[in-house]
């Protein structure tokens, strides 16, 4: 008996924009960095940053993305960062993260055909897969991300904001999609253990996920004064060089802290 999952993922179900194929006019590939869990000391999840094929960064390729290849090149790179995934990850059980552009969604069923075929065909599991939605895009109709965002958290995909506090909506975006996780924009956190404004946004920031049911990640933590005060707010998730920087086409070795996250109050106190 054919699944529901099965019908989707079949060829003849792909609309014209979502077949597989290249006609970019030009590659690319992916590096990964963790999101680390700092508590249990594991891999929470590896985010796909996309590169060139020599490991050029994001902006080379980005750059020539456009109104023309977008959805092409949204679907191109879901199914690589899967392939790229299943061939990494071996035993881990940590998620992984894609990046997906909002506008490049036409239809969220259909859309997702070529992301299922690749789980399929890469035996990557589902439920590992994480698809944060950055703020840095302008989103034209937010309806329309919002049924988005209702069908992945249908099909049992963990939803991020992406960039926090860093975009173009701010608060307004998070009122209208409610995800899985929200991922605190480096520009927040710097140099955060000396600065009582972004102390008392990031607090609010923590204290409504809290309330929400959302898990936060603090991204771009660059040194341990900035670790061991979020730390001791009481985050556990977090992303930046301070714990590893992305490798090309691998997994990095990882920091988790060291004596700081063992030595704060609150995982002393066994609280997250």
């Given at each position: ?5 099965e019908?989707?993922?079949m060829p003849?179900d792909?609309c ?11 590659d690319f590939s992916f ?13 929470y999840?590896y985010?796909?940053?996309v590169?060139?094929?020599?490991g ?5 390729i ?13 679907q191109?790179?879901?199914?690589r ?10 035993d881990s ?6 990046n997906?552009m909002p ?6 069923v259909?859309c997702l055909?070529?992301t ?10 589902l439920?590992r897969?994480?698809f ?6 302008r989103?034209?109709?937010?309806a329309?991300?919002?049924?988005i ?5 249908s099909?049992?995909?963990t939803?991020?904001i992406?960039?926090f506090?860093a975009g173009?909506?701010?608060?307004g975006?998070?009122?209208e999609?409610?995800?899985?996780v ?10 955060i253990?000396?600065d009582?404004v ?5 607090g609010?920031?923590f204290?409504?996920?809290?309330d929400l ?6 991204e ?6 900035e670790?061991?005060f ?11 060089f301070?714990?590893a ?6 997994l ?6 060291g004596p700081?996250a063992l ?9 997250r």
């Open positions: 008996m054919v699944t529901e999952w019908r989707l993922a003849r792909f014209k924009q979502c077949q597989p194929g290249d006609g970019l006019g030009f590096a990964f960095q963790p999101i680390v869990d700092v508590m249990r000391r594991r891999v999840a985010e796909a940053l590169r060139g094929v020599d050029a960064g994001a902006l080379a980005l750059s020539q993305v456009d109104a023309a290849n977008r959805y092409h090149f949204d191109m790179a879901r199914v960062a899967i392939e790229l995934a299943a061939r990494l990850f071996g059980d940590a998620l992984l993260s894609i997906i506008n490049a969604v036409y239809d969220p259909r055909r070529t299922l075929r690749a789980a399929k065909e890469n035996e990557f599991p439920e897969l994480m944060e939605f950055t703020e840095h895009e989103v034209a109709d937010v329309h991300l919002r049924r965002a209702r069908h992945y958290a099909c049992g995909f939803t991020a992406d960039d506090g173009f909506s701010g608060l975006f998070l009122a999609f409610v995800p899985n929200v991922k605190i924009d480096r520009e927040l956190v710097r140099d253990q000396h009582r972004r102390q008392a946004i990031i609010a920031i204290s409504a996920a809290q049911d959302i898990t936060i990640i603090a771009g933590i660059e040194t341990a004064d670790f061991e979020l730390v001791d707010m009481g985050i556990a998730l977090f992303q930046g301070y714990f920087r992305p490798a090309f086409e691998a990095p070795e990882v920091n988790f802290g700081i030595g704060s109050s609150h995982y002393a106190a066994g609280r």
